[in-house]
């Protein structure tokens, strides 16, 4: 086992840390203990002396590149090169026509490196991270960070692979930067005979095609059997002078199938096809719903096994094996299919006249979209991808290539149980295990299964697939068209609205589910790259809700939060998210670029860089939730990021109504909030369900500033009391607001902290007979089929994200911290 810290509690002890298991591990119950951790039987080494950096697992090595276009120069087995010359492709296309004349052309670009840094390196576990950008002659765009990840004992490595949009496309316009094709490509050597070289390619589930180059079954004449089943289960063939003498002097006649390509082109199809060579025609060859991603090329003396995860659920995708009859077969992991429709992301209308704040917000009136001329941009969004590759001794035998596409589609991941989390009381202690032992828990913990499993199935009934939008689902529904608003505005993409990444790994944490897991794994994936800016002036923003990832203009912290990202880091040490959390150490300077509130100001304001409007609830949330990170971690800003922590806290203590005030001043040199001279109550339902009341149940354990803690739980107290109370304490009532099924978490936290029977009533009273879903509310789905919906499934019309999330958050917290006092 390999150990290292990821976060500290304050006093410097460990609060989280990551483990890695070598080959040598097993499956099953694993029991972590204080000591030393036995020695692997084979190490991984990393060796940076040379050109190259090279890792060994003690069964292969790789030399990975430091410059240039190449990435992996080298993997070999022994004295075996495996594969070679790995390097990134893409493919742009400059122009787009709609018409059907089309005359298309393209440019390929190949990976420039320009930084590799080694972040690990043994005994059990090496990362080696490679920047840089997709270049061709004098243009360098659309920067690449990939992630090569190294086992002791392994004969596989994985690849995480980031690209970031930076190209220009511009609605209404036909020309622009046009991504065609986007993939990983590996050259592999081939030294067996045509008959001896082998191709597998997955179908569906573990199903593959097994073939061989020159294949030697189903022939006019019959070599024998032994041979035949030889070649099918991918074994060396025996000396043809043994074969019958009618096929050995004929194997010339016998074509040799050099090129195969397996296409999915959408979540419910895939096509496969081969060809004897460049210049040939194709034949059809087989296809099916749904490939797992995977394939392999290669014969008895080594073989390259290949397979990107999510394969169909990130469609287009595409594998391709080219010249398998020649000395070298090339192998192409497409991450964007180059037969599918060039990536187009230009923003979906021209504004209709939406010129001035005023119209836009007639606009927001009627389609929940806030436009704003030019904001619709998708430069810098950024994806990610993972592939998974195999230096193979020979041809892995049919229950070998089983294993390698189930990780493929399913990725292991060492989970600590839910107990284990619970006692720890991480994460502010929100949340306990189901308990179904009275009625009243019962129904909730149905509840909850309930909603889960409508949002898992209408992602499958919806096909909520695709490169930029798998992991994501949709905000609020049409009861008439029986379908989500998918082409309504604000009511489309749910983009992290309302917490709904919190929902989800909570519902994970307090169970230990798999299917919880892998949901809210896609989720964090899409919400933390694509729904976010990662370049340009917006950078460390988030966009909110949608008809396309990022086409709304509100750019805002509440949806680039690091709370939604760091429940998946400390449960899995994935460096990718990581580095995503470090980024937003310094996203306050995004208000000194855009404010978040500039349609609806009614008074003269000009961003400061020493007085910023911040709103203490969506646009704090956002902020200390990365500051926090960063001082936990020990990140490169901590110091920063603690003092940034602690400057907050104590200046949203000290204003006159705490946080009831609603936003204050802040000073990007001092981090601090000015104090206001005068009390104001300035109260949004929004306020606290992007993550506050989760940040600020672990700030409070974590922190001990007495008078932070009073005015958080005074707002806790107030939200939900009546309007003669919040007078009564403030002067004035918080005015119309929502919400109050999910502010009962709120309640429920503060009657724990203050012991306050009363509060803990009241937040069983909100929870079941305020707003969002009720006991009386159906609980169930009603079928539908056609002619009123496109495909076969089911609607629960009543349902709708903001109320899932809020209600999810509430019945687990609420659960968790007040489950003996349900009435």
């Not at 460990?14 to 203990?33: E, N, P, Q, S």
């Not at 065609?180 to 067996?192: A, I, K, S």
């Not at 019958?244 to 199938?257: A, F, K, S």
């Not at 904001?375 to 810098?380: D, I, K, S």
């Amino acid at each position: 086992m390999q150990s290292w810290p990821i976060a500290y509690w304050p006093d410097g002890s460990l609060k989280w840390t990551a483990h890695a298991v070598g080959t040598g591990a097993g499956a099953g119950k694993l029991t972590l203990a204080a000591g030393s951790p036995a020695a692997p039987d084979k190490k991984v080494t990393v060796d940076k002396r040379g050109g190259t950096i090279d890792v060994s697992t003690g069964v292969i090595t790789a030399k990975l590149g430091k410059s240039g276009s190449t990435l992996v120069k080298s993997v070999t087995r022994g004295s075996t090169e495996i594969a070679k010359n790995g390097r990134l492709v893409l493919i742009r296309q400059p122009e787009l026509e709609d018409g059907d004349q089309g005359t298309e052309k393209y440019e390929r670009f190949e990976s420039a490196i320009s930084d590799v840094t080694v972040e690990q390196d043994g005994p059990v576990r090496a990362v080696v991270r490679i920047d840089g950008k997709h270049r061709k002659g004098d243009r360098s765009w659309l920067p690449f960070s990939v992630r090569l990840y190294f086992y002791a004992g392994a004969e596989s490595f994985r690849m995480v692979h980031t690209i970031t949009f930076d190209g220009k496309q511009e609605p209404g316009k036909a020309s622009g930067d046009f991504i065609r094709g986007l993939g990983v490509r590996f050259t592999v050597p081939m030294r067996d005979a045509a008959y001896d070289r082998h191709i597998r390619i997955g179908g569906d589930d573990t199903g593959l095609l097994r073939e061989a180059v020159k294949g030697i079954t189903g022939l006019r004449r019959d070599p024998g059997a032994a041979v035949q089943a030889a070649q099918f289960a991918g074994e060396r063939l025996p000396d043809p002078a043994t074969w019958d003498q009618r096929v050995t002097t004929r194997l010339q006649y016998i074509p040799e199938w050099g090129d195969y390509t397996l296409a999915q082109l959408s979540a419910d199809g895939f096509t496969l096809r081969k060809r004897t060579r460049k210049g040939y025609g194709w034949i059809a060859a087989g296809g099916g719903r749904r490939a797992s991603g995977f394939g392999y090329v290669g014969g008895p003396s080594g073989g390259f096994s290949f397979g990107l995860r999510d394969f169909w659920e990130k469609h287009p995708a595409q594998l391709d094996i080219r010249d398998a009859h020649t000395d070298e077969a090339e192998v192409t992991l497409w991450l964007w299919s180059p037969e599918a429709q060039p990536m187009d992301l230009r923003f979906y209308h021209d504004g209709m006249d939406q010129d001035t704040y005023a119209e836009q917000l007639e606009g927001l009136n009627i389609t929940y979209e806030d436009y704003e001329p030019e904001f619709g941009t998708p430069y810098g969004i950024a994806r990610t991808s993972e592939l998974l590759f195999w230096a193979n001794e020979s041809t892995p035998t049919p229950e070998k290539l089983a294993e390698q596409v189930e990780a493929v589609r399913v990725l292991p991941q060492l989970a600590a149980p839910p107990k284990h989390l619970i006692k720890a009381k991480v994460f502010g202690g929100l949340f306990s295990e189901p308990d179904r032992s009275t009625t009243a828990k019962a129904k909730i913990e149905d509840h909850l299964d309930f909603l889960f499993t409508y949002y898992k199935d209408q992602v499958e009934m919806r096909r909520w697939y695709g490169f930029w939008d798998y992991g994501d689902f949709m905000h609020s529904y049409d009861t008439v068209r029986h379908q989500w608003r998918y082409d309504v505005g604000g009511y489309a993409w749910d983009n992290s609205e309302l917490s709904p990444d919190l929902w989800l790994w909570f519902a994970y944490l307090r169970s230990g589910r798999s299917d919880i897991f892998r949901f809210a794994e896609a989720l964090t994936r899409h919400t933390g790259e694509v729904d976010v800016y990662h370049l340009g002036q917006w950078a460390g923003l988030g966009t909110r809700h949608g008809v396309q990832h990022f086409a709304d203009s509100a750019k805002q912290q509440r949806i680039a939060n690091t709370n939604y990202r760091r429940y998946y880091y400390y449960l899995t040490a994935d460096e990718r998210v990581g580095d995503l959390m470090h980024a937003n150490v310094d996203s306050d300077e995004t208000f000194l670029v855009l404010d978040p509130i500039r349609k609806i100001r009614t008074e003269p304001y000009t961003p400061d860089r020493h007085a910023l409007s911040i709103g203490f609830g969506t646009d704090w949330s956002g902020l200390v939730s990365a500051w926090l990170t960063e001082w936990e971690r020990k990140g490169p800003k901590w110091a920063k990021a603690k003092a940034r922590v602690l400057s907050t806290m104590e200046t949203i203590a000290a204003q006159p109504n705490g946080f009831v005030q609603g936003n204050g001043l802040y000073d990007l040199d001092t981090g601090k909030f000015a104090i206001a001279p005068a009390p104001v109550v300035s109260v949004s339902h929004l306020s606290a369900v992007f993550g506050l009341n989760e940040l600020c149940a672990e700030l409070i354990d974590l922190v001990d500033m007495p008078k932070f803690k009073e005015v958080y739980l005074d707002y806790c107290r107030y939200f939900n009391a009546s309007k003669t109370e919040q007078a009564a304490r403030y002067g004035s009532n918080f005015g119309s607001l929502l919400l109050f099924q999910g502010h009962s978490r709120l309640d429920a936290y503060a009657a724990v902290q203050t012991g306050d029977a009363t509060l803990a009533k009241r937040a069983w009273t909100k929870f079941y007979s305020s707003d969002g879903y009720m006991e009386s509310s159906p609980w169930k789905t009603e079928k539908l089929s056609g002619p009123v919906t496109l495909v076969a499934g089911s609607e629960a019309n009543w349902v709708s994200s903001n109320d899932t999330a809020l209600y999810g958050l509430a019945a687990i917290e609420n659960l968790a911290l007040l489950g003996d006092k349900m009435p």
